[in-house]
């Protein structure tokens, strides 16, 4: 946590309310009063905007505040959580009241109240929705509006959309530490449809990260996502029917990684693990995996979209190895799990807003690089599917059984890319696609910008990424068999 953070926290959080650090100390006092075995209390203020804009016309244009806090308390795998958007000191210790009502074992000393303020800052504490004007933000849009009709002429529809949020967390812990953290984020997106003899298909391109509006303008970037965009619905224009059946599949680098994200990741997050509701449970140092499978999940990433300074228990996020050389080695764990687990805390405790409790999530979760090239990996196939880009998935949690769509696919033939197919879905169980990974690529790529992860009810940003990866034996759902 920087000084800059935590003097914008104060002034954003507490002025308003009259409120002092000291306040916090006695609320948090009021409820170790009570055994508990963690407590804390969690003030945010948020404001976000969101702006779409359709066939050149601007359809939406939503701005938004919310602000409030919650107080937890904690005994045994037992939560009391109390919240209320109306951040005043009566509040406050009226909602300590309430969930110190659950405490029943002693509670773990406590410290002067301090702050942490050495570790490296992974973005700047910044409003990124005053780094444009309104007529900016929509000449903007308007803009790739125009480029995207100019590019092909069967583009029929374009849809732009553009979002921002400036957060401001404050969190005060037992252990007498306040810390602090000013998160913004940003993302572009770009969906066209093209038509041909009658014929209707998508493609859409976006990215963006802990930074400003202005990331859109550098390099060009805005306009790259409208060529991706482009060019994936011409690929689908040409796309044949897709072949069916067990088979071979290479998965491209990059966004294929939410294969990953959701199939093993969810998997490795330590409320589900502790309850036993995972197909990894209890399983560390297992071969769970190929031996050419490394994965971790990194929450220290500058600017990214997963990335925190620290995560919504104060906690700073770490580079957590999940599996190496396919060995399960650990858990993502918040501080309530890592406790009954007998783990220390990875910095994975995560919540939507002040009105949930955190639970554990992923940040940014990716397989390391391996030593082939794409090209390689390509030319080892005889027959198979090439799924360059995913669409939508499901997965199972308890058992890792999978169903994903493949939004841009090849059919693979001799070792070459052939034609691209459509409709191809990949089918299989997240602990044993692991295990048929024969071949990971030299070209670890990250996404670009647009994960948003759901579970219980609440949505967090998140990466994902991975290097091409060869897969035999998996199902593919298609067309034609």
């Not at 550098?218 to 619905?233: F, G």
């Not at 330590?270 to 990194?298: L, M, Y």
């Amino acid at each position: 946590m920087s000084n800059e953070a935590l003097t914008i926290a104060t002034r954003t959080l507490l002025e308003p309310a009259a409120l002092e650090t000291a306040h916090l100390e006695r609320i948090i006092g009021h409820l170790l009063e009570a055994p508990v075995d963690l407590a804390d209390i969690y003030l945010q203020f948020a404001r976000s905007e969101s702006w779409a804009l359709e066939d050149g016309i601007v359809k939406e244009g939503h701005h938004s505040i919310e602000q409030g806090f919650g107080v937890r308390a904690v005994c045994g795998d037992k939560t009391g959580f109390a919240y209320s958007d109306v951040i005043e000191f009566d509040s406050l210790m009226e909602a300590a009241t309430n969930v110190r009502a659950i405490a029943r074992h002693p509670a773990d000393a406590r410290q002067a109240l301090g702050s942490n303020t050495s570790r490296k800052q992974l973005y700047r504490p910044i409003d990124p929705l005053h780094t444009l004007g309104n007529e900016d933000k929509i000449a903007l849009m308007q803009r790739l509006d125009r480029l995207a009709r100019n590019r092909d002429p069967r583009v029929e529809q374009v849809i732009v959309s553009l979002a921002g949020t400036y957060e401001v967390v404050l969190i005060a812990t037992q252990e007498g530490r306040f810390h602090a953290d000013v998160r913004p984020l940003v993302r572009l997106n770009i969906s066209v449809v093209m038509i041909q003899n009658g014929r209707r298909e998508q493609g859409s391109a976006g990215g963006g990260g802990r930074t400003d509006y202005r990331y859109f303008l550098q390099e060009d970037r805005a306009d790259t996502y409208v060529a991706e965009a482009i060019r994936q619905a011409q690929v689908n224009l040409e796309a044949g029917e897709a072949p069916a059946g067990n088979m071979t599949v290479v998965l491209g680098s990059g966004w294929p990684g939410v294969l990953l994200h959701e199939a093993i990741g969810h998997g490795l997050e330590g409320d589900f693990n502790r309850k036993g509701t995972s197909a990894f449970r209890g399983r560390i140092g297992d071969k769970v995996a190929s031996p050419v499978c490394t994965v971790v999940d990194d929450g220290t990433l500058p600017q990214r979209r997963g990335s925190l300074n620290i995560d919504d228990e104060g906690t700073p996020p770490g580079h957590t190895v999940l599996i190496e050389n396919g060995i399960l080695k650990g858990y993502l764990h918040d501080r309530l799990n890592a406790r009954l687990m007998n783990s220390a805390p990875t910095g994975n405790g995560r919540r939507e807003s002040y009105a949930y409790a955190p639970i554990p999530r992923m940040t940014n979760t990716y397989m390391l690089a391996g030593k082939s090239s794409p090209e390689e990996i390509i030319a080892s196939v005889d027959k198979g599917l090439y799924a360059k880009n995913f669409g939508g998935g499901q997965v199972d949690i308890t058992s890792g059984k999978f169903v994903f769509s493949a939004s841009e696919a090849y059919w693979i033939e001799n070792g070459k890319i052939t034609r691209p197919v459509k409709g191809a879905t990949l089918i299989g169980n997240g602990p044993d696609v692991l295990t048929r990974v024969s071949m990971v690529g030299n070209d670890l790529e990250l996404d670009p910008g647009v994960g948003t992860c759901g579970k219980d009810g609440q949505s967090v940003p998140v990466g994902v990424g991975q290097p091409t990866l060869r897969v035999d034996g998996l199902t593919v759902g298609g067309t034609h068999v």
